[in-house]
């Protein structure tokens, strides 16, 4: 193996960065890099996935890297068979040096990759081809969703990172950004690419860290779209050289991606290495600790020495890190040297399911975990808040002439309800700027929320140990007099909620809502108002992954909206 990964930036120092010095011939607008290793049962499925695509302006770079099955015969019945699909075959080298050879047989303006074991959805590339033409940022990225038996999902951080579409943003503003190091679920543009030097390390088992995070730092600005773009599939049968967390030479490169990775950033935005520390570095440890029940000594001493690289009171402690609480603690079982009573924590983790108890102090949540019988702050086990998020779901949404019912669940993650004392509180915000008191601060009227019993609250977090049934409510507003409130003008209304929990209180606006249960066709109605009398017509629209009400004067001539059928709403317990 490679010290620090050196060869990574001297190894193809030769290649040239010249448009005019690629291939001849026509040039394909996205070069697609394919790299084949013994996948066999999995490559025909991944190569349709592109053919699939309703973007066509591709070419297919696929690098057999001295596949031993038939992943090399497939590959080149698919180039015989289809135009832009091309073949390379090389020696075994691994995954970054088969992608670095793609990368220079590629002709396109843009490039992206596709590992041969995972698939396509079914427009992978449009948006962020599209994007990229219109924005000229340096790459785009998508969601990227596991595909593990066929359930389908993003993990938090990805759901969190592409809940908002942003085009044109820099590094420091969007900084948690640097913990997708995915390389294939993006389409970088070429250009950029070889003007920062990227290219994958060799000899290691995680070519993407280093490369992607020295490709966000280069980046001048990057587009971030909502769609989903890739699937990756999870591979359970220890085929995957990345799944295999208890062997030391994945511990081994692991460490070293991120040394390289915290060097960059100590390098290109010293001003990030907080953040790196507490946010980004230590995500994906757990896996390392978990693998500790039956590990060599050897295992152990190199894991509590990255611990101690990583992490310290010079740095940042691992106490203040931002990761689950149980997590927390593990590491520094770790770095207290306390082998069996992190192996006694894992097992009752385990046991409990990952579904921990929770006990409010004051304002604080605390986790109750066993005492390890090590002097640790108490900082370990109280929750931060990257634990303790708002959700706030709009579940059904009807009209009644101008009567906006409104139900759901608005919660605190971590902070169950049931027994104990709780109340639900809201109010309309006029957003953007549309509406302002006489103080010039933003209009705001009182919401009537109503509690609702939901059972759905309790579900929707998912740990049977936490009862969220009385996080429900109902909502009804008369948007007539909102809308009378300013006659004649536009305006956006945000519904704001507050949550109290015992002594702990937390707001928030509304994250998330049921498509098919809310109606967000436009209603028309009279706004009440002597001589300035007037219509208006309302709807339910999305801004940024949030749900906001908009009311716009009606001027004379303009053709009447029909009024939606009215459909009830319940008052009572949603059955689950």
């Known amino acids: 193996m490679l010290s620090d990964i050196g060869r990574w930036a001297r190894s193809r120092r030769s290649r040239s960065v010249a448009a005019g010095r690629r291939p001849s011939g026509a040039q394909p607008r996205l070069s697609i890099v394919v790299p084949v290793y013994n996948v066999e049962p999995y490559l025909a499925e991944c190569l349709d996935s592109i053919l699939a695509q309703p ?7 696929m690098v057999d890297d001295g596949s031993t099955d038939a992943s090399g015969e497939i590959a080149r019945t698919y180039a015989d068979r289809h135009a832009g699909f091309r073949l390379i075959a090389q020696a075994n080298a691994g995954l970054g040096a088969a992608r670095n050879t793609g990368v220079d047989a590629a002709r396109g303006d843009y490039l992206a990759f596709l590992d041969s074991d995972d698939r396509l959805p079914d427009d992978a590339y449009s948006a962020m081809v599209s994007t990229l033409e219109a924005t000229g940022s340096d790459f785009a990225i998508g969601k990227l969703k596991r595909d593990e038996e066929g359930r389908r999902f993003a993990m938090p951080r990805m759901r969190e990172n592409h809940r908002v579409r942003r085009v044109g943003v820099t590094l420091d503003e969007m900084p948690r950004i640097l913990a997708d190091v995915f390389a294939v679920n993006k389409i970088f543009r070429r250009s950029f690419w070889d003007a920062a030097g990227l290219e994958f390390p ?10 992607l995070t020295k490709a966000f730092l280069a980046a001048t600005r990057f587009d971030v779209l909502r769609e989903t773009v890739y699937l990756w599939r999870i591979r359970h049968d220890g085929s995957s050289i990345t799944q295999r967390r208890d062997d030391i030479a994945d ?31 230590p995500v994906d440890m757990w896996e390392y600790f978990r693998a500790v029940p039956g590990c060599s000594d050897e295992y152990w001493v190199m894991l509590r020495s990255a611990m101690a690289e990583f ?9 203040r890190t931002w990761i689950p609480v149980q997590q927390r603690l593990m590491g520094l079982l770790v770095a207290h040297d306390r082998r069996k009573e992190l192996e006694m924590l894992i097992d009752f983790v385990d046991g409990h399911r990952g579904d921990l108890s929770m006990e409010l102090r004051g304002d604080k949540v605390v986790a109750l975990l066993p005492d390890p019988a ?33 139900r759901g669940f608005a919660l605190v993650r971590n902070v169950a309800t049931a027994g104990r004392s709780t109340a639900l509180t809201g109010r309309w915000v006029a957003a953007d700027g549309s509406g302002e008191d006489d103080d010039g601060t933003a209009l705001e009227r009182t919401a009537g929320i109503e509690p609702l019993s939901m059972p759905r609250a309790t ?18 507003v008369d948007v007539a007099a909102l809308a009378s409130l300013l006659p004649g003008r536009a305006t956006t209304w945000r519904l704001v909620f507050e949550r109290r929990v015992g002594q702990l209180t937390r707001s928030g606006r509304v994250t998330s809502f049921d498509r098919p249960d809310v109606d967000r066709h436009p209603v028309e109605f009279r706004v009440p108002g002597g001589e300035r009398e007037c219509r208006a017509r309302a709807v339910l629209r999305e801004a940024d992954d949030q749900l906001v009400l908009e009311i716009r004067p009606v001027r004379p001539g303009t053709d009447p909206v029909d009024p939606p059928t009215p459909r009830r709403v319940s008052s009572g317990s949603d059955g689950g």
């Not at 992490?311 to 106490?319: A, C, G, Q, Y």
């Not at 929750?383 to 101008?402: K, N, S």
């Open 55 to 61: 973007y066509t302006d591709y070419e297919v770079v």
């Open 459 to 476: 579900s929707f977090v998912g740990r049977p140990s936490q009862n969220y049934d009385d996080c429900g409510f109902t909502c009804t």
């Open 251 to 281: 511990l081994h490169d692991r460490v070293v991606t991120k040394r390289v990775s915290t060097q960059a950033v100590a390098r290109m935005s010293p001003h990030l290495l907080d953040l790196w520390r507490a946010d980004i570095l």
């Open 311 to 319: 992490w310290s009171e010079e740095t940042v402690p691992f106490d």
């Open 374 to 406: 090590v002097d640790l702050p108490e900082t370990v086990y109280t929750l931060g808040e990257h634990e303790l998020r708002w959700e706030a779901r709009i579940t059904e949404a009807t009209w009644d002439d101008a009567q906006l019912r409104l």
């Open 202 to 211: 060799v000899d290691t088992r995680y070519e993407d860290q280093p490369t």
